[in-house]
C-alpha cells in the first residue's frame, strides 16, 4: 500500500504531551523543521514508534525520496514563517509559508513530505511531526517545485 493521506504522527503528539521532546514549533526561537519529498514507493504509518518517525529511518530511509542537490536538497527544504495559529475557536494549526526548491529544479514523482523537526537531537533525531500526501506523483523539469500548504495548516486539531 502506498501513500492515500496526511496524518500527524502519534508519537510526535504523545512526546509533546508528555515532555518526552522538548519540540519548540511556535515561539520565541523556534525549531527549524524541514519538509522532505518522497515518491509512492512508501507506505506511511502515523502510528509507528518514534524513532521510525525520524528522516533516515523507518520508511522514511533516503532511498524513497527524491531531491537535487542546489534545488531542494537531500533532507529537505526548511520551513520558513512557521506559525501555531489558535485564532479560530477550536482549532490549533500549525502552519508555514508556501515551501519552494530553486528555480531550476528537476524533481520526479514527489508524492509527499515527510515534516520533521531538524533542531531537536534528544531523544529522537530528526523526529517526524506528519507527512503530507500531495494527491499524486508531481514532477519538475527545470522550475520551481512548490508545496503550496493548506489553508488549514500543516496540522491541524479539531477540539
Known sequence: MAW??????????????????AFNLGGGSPDVPK???????????NDVAAASSAYNTGQWVIGGETSEAGQWAAGGVALAGTVVNVATADLVFYDANDTAS????????????LVYDDT???????????YNYFGGPNSVVNGTFTIV???SGIMRWTL
Open 35 to 45: 519538509a522532505a519529498l518522497y515518491v509512492n514507493t512508501i507506505t506511511p504509518d
Open 4 to 21: 492515500s493521506d496526511s496524518r500527524i504522527f502519534r508519537a510526535f503528539q504523545a512526546d509533546s504531551i508528555n515532555n518526552v521532546a
Open 120 to 130: 531537536l537531537t534528544t531523544p529522537v533525531a530528526d523526529q517526524g511531526l506528519c
Open 102 to 113: 530553486g528555480s531550476a529544479a528537476d524533481l520526479t514523482n514527489a508524492t509527499g513530505a
Open 149 to 151: 500548504w493548506n489553508a
